[in-house]
């Protein structure tokens, strides 16, 4: 097996763990058992459990990153932006739901400078999203509200959707982010009534 | 110092390090060392560290509770009555962000049969959500939506309140309340646009 290929497959058995047990009660040893290794042997290709959650939690902000970068790249109204934004975090939400979750609650346990390094990225990830409302409620798309309080409203609630989403489940990932993207973008827009 | 108020000093010095560094992270050495006391004349007021927990939560599941049964009382349409449920979550969110937060993200810590009952206090809640939800589709207040995905995106931004409301900051639990509310109630009715 090759190096990144092992190296892979401790972070995926990492992922489940850390879901399932929290990182904090998570040991390299409980990891190794996973694989079916020594934890001797596990530390020949990571040097500690923090290492394994960085790697995960880089990956994952990264794959986020990305996705909201393509979203932007069609532009239009920012009812239209914010729904692809939206969608783009489902999408990548819901593909890998270990490691989404680990992304989401167990990037506290990273020791500085790195957890202060996730909190910029979770930062400026989330001021893509205040940004597409601010600009909606200026140019009257938007309903008037606090731009800082609706992007945190709406990334808690997508950021719950790795806690509750199951791939054998009713709703498929599309079907997800149809409705999310409904509420978020329905949430901002003047009602009828 | 009477015993219901050693006990509850526990429980509040528990709640500010289950909220920093997480339960799993907590030891009752810490908590007793929040407390200026030691380990063991600590254990003459608590069982152990998940006594603590259990009390806690129970403490602030029955807050949430009361608050929505109190909600009810006053009837109306469904906007009005999530509304009202809304305002009432925010209220008791906000009263004590310690303890809520501990309610929020420890919970899962619990053993069995707490960890059941509790995760069956919180359905139930939750349950009144996509009641009145679903009660407002039926009667057309509300959007076509799926009620459980609703209520779950609902609760899920709701519960984020206690990880970034601080009470010295900008926003007053009544802003936090209206705010939520407004994104709330739009969230599920139909767009004028």
């Given amino acids: 097996m090759v190096e990144t290929t092992r190296r892979r497959a401790i972070e995926d058995a990492a992922s489940v763990l850390f879901r399932r047990?929290?990182?904090a009660a998570t040991s390299i040893r409980?990891?190794?058992?996973?694989?079916?290794?020594?934890?001797?042997?596990?530390?020949?290709?990571?040097?500690?459990?923090?290492e394994v959650?960085?790697?995960?939690?880089d990956r994952v902000a990264t794959r986020f990153e990305r996705a909201a970068d393509e979203a932007r790249i069609d532009g239009?109204?920012?009812?239209?932006?914010?729904?692809?934004?939206?969608?783009?975090h489902v999408a990548v939400a819901t593909a890998d739901v270990g490691e989404a979750s680990v992304f989401v609650h167990e990037?506290?346990?990273?020791?500085?400078?790195?957890?202060?390094?996730?909190?910029?990225?979770?930062?400026?990830?989330?001021?893509?999203?205040?940004?597409?409302?601010?600009?909606?409620?200026a140019t009257g798309v938007f309903a008037m509200t606090d731009p800082a309080v609706a992007a945190t409203f709406l990334l808690t609630a997508l950021?719950?959707?790795?806690t509750w989403y199951r791939p054998e489940g009713p709703l498929s990932p599309a079907q997800?982010?149809?409705?999310?993207?409904d509420l978020a973008i329905r949430s901002l827009t003047e009602a009828s009534r």
Same sequence: chains 1, 2.
């Fill in 21 to 23: 047990q929290g990182y």
């Fill in 30 to 50: 409980d990891i190794a058992r996973a694989l079916d290794i020594q934890g001797a042997s596990l530390y020949a290709h990571v040097a500690s459990k923090e």
């Fill in 53 to 57: 959650l960085r790697s995960i939690v």
């Fill in 76 to 88: 239009g109204d920012a009812d239209v932006l914010l729904a692809a934004l939206i969608r783009a």
């Fill in 107 to 137: 990037w506290r346990h990273l020791s500085e400078p790195h957890r202060a390094a996730v909190l910029a990225r979770r930062d400026a990830y989330e001021a893509r999203f205040r940004a597409v409302i601010a600009d909606g409620i």
């Fill in 159 to 162: 950021n719950g959707i790795p």
């Fill in 176 to 181: 997800i982010a149809d409705l999310h993207a």
